[in-house]
């Protein structure tokens, strides 16, 4: 079987070709056409502009996926498409995008989920007998699954029974993880998107403490801030990051220009500390919870080395499996929106005239 797969939600517009061969699945291409450059004047995602934008590029990464993968038209089974959650905006783009295509090559449409699709990258290692060894937790599909969900908009643990089968557990309750770094790095002005500039600032504060230690005598990687773990010991799997966020926000407001200035690697060190504590402990607790076999991290922040790190040994220790995509199959690419179709699909393949039930929804939740 041939996917296509289209996803459009924020501001990546992505394209992508997953052929599947006997039960394994193969990435042919994965185009991703990214508009961070653009947003980044703004300080955040502007939504008039990512439609736009993906207007511009939907044909062309399509195109390009298809030719990257020596595919025609003809020869793909299924189309696969996020319809939400979302940007109402951006995702109308992908979704008319692969309502067009399914009419003028008669072909069905898969309606995605983001979130499951987030999680779902992880099965394209999960299931393989055998895999390149390099690859981690690789053919030991063993369920039940606790998944970690951590992007922009999200913060979900998922207990995930069987490829198809997955209930929403516990989320956050206020800002998602993924928000609280970009809001940490905009009140520093250190820009958007903020994950990957926080977390780059908090390595300049180990290295600089390790260069310190060398120097003198060996002692623990110690801050003289500190900022609270919200929630860590809530009696259920939820999470809040807009209390961490403000308590940057107190801690900066008490420093001069010059101390912020100074103290930028320190800050984000800390305030990752906080946010990957909280990750952890609560991802583990709900796998001890559920007789979790298996642990899967995933979404945008699951780019974080700390937390794939922190969350990896935290697992093993536990002796449970532990799958983490790829960093290009963490932040938002077409790849994992066709590689949770096959899976939708190997148990309800649409129909062929599926595409006129087919609608974009920005709040579309997984229960
Ligand atoms: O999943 P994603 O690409 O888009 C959404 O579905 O929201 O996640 C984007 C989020 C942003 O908040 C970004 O700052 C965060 O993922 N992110 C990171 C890292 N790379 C991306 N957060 C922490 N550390 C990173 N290395
Ligand atoms: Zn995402």
């Known amino acids: 079987m041939n996917i296509l797969a289209i996803e459009t939600s924020c501001d990546e517009t992505s394209a992508s070709i997953i052929k ?40 062309p990464v399509i195109l390009e996926s298809l030719a990257t993968a020596s595919l025609s038209s003809q020869e793909i089974d299924l189309i696969a498409v996020t319809s939400g959650p979302g940007l109402i905006t951006s995702l109308i783009v992908g979704v008319e995008a692969a309502k067009s295509l399914a009419v003028a090559w008669n072909k069905p449409v898969m309606q995605v989920n983001h979130m499951y699709a987030h999680l779902a990258a992880n099965f394209l290692y999960f299931n393989l007998p055998q895999a390149p060894s390099f690859k981690q937790g690789v053919g030991n599909n063993q369920f039940p699954v606790i998944a970690l969900i951590v992007s922009g908009g999200h913060t979900e643990i998922i207990l995930v029974e069987d490829y198809n089968k997955f209930k929403k557990i516990g989320q956050t309750v206020d800002d998602a993880a993924g928000e609280a770094f970009d809001k940490v790095a905009k009140l520093l002005n ?31 990687l110690s801050s003289n801030l500190f900022f609270p773990r919200p929630m ?136």
């Open 20 to 59: 599947e061969n006997s039960g394994a699945l193969e990435v042919a291409s994965n185009i991703v056409s990214s508009q961070i450059d653009i947003h980044k004047a703004y300080g955040g995602v502007v939504p008039e502009i990512a439609a736009r934008h993906h207007v511009k590029n939907i044909i």
């Open 190 to 220: 250190l820009g958007y998107p903020g994950g990957p500039i926080v977390s780059a600032e908090a390595d300049k504060f180990k290295i600089q403490n390790h260069q310190k230690q060398i120097k003198s005598k060996p002692q623990k």
């Open 232 to 367: 860590i010991d809530s009696p259920n799997f939820n999470f809040s990051f807009s209390g961490l966020k403000t308590a940057v926000l107190y801690a900066v407001q008490k420093m001069t220009q010059e101390e912020i200035k100074k103290k930028i690697p320190e800050i984000c060190y800390e305030f990752q500390a906080a946010a990957v504590a909280v990750l952890v402990k609560k991802t583990i607790k709900a796998a001890e919870k559920f007789s979790a076999k298996t642990v899967f991290l995933a979404g945008g922040v699951a780019a974080n080395r700390k937390l794939r790190q922190e969350l990896e040994t935290a697992v093993k220790n536990k002796n449970l499996e532990f799958f983490v995509p790829d960093f290009k199959y963490c932040t938002d690419n077409a790849s994992m929106i066709g590689i949770a179709a096959y899976y939708l699909a190997k148990e309800n393949m649409p129909d062929l005239d599926n595409w006129r039930s087919i609608k974009a929804d920005p709040n579309w939740e997984l229960e």
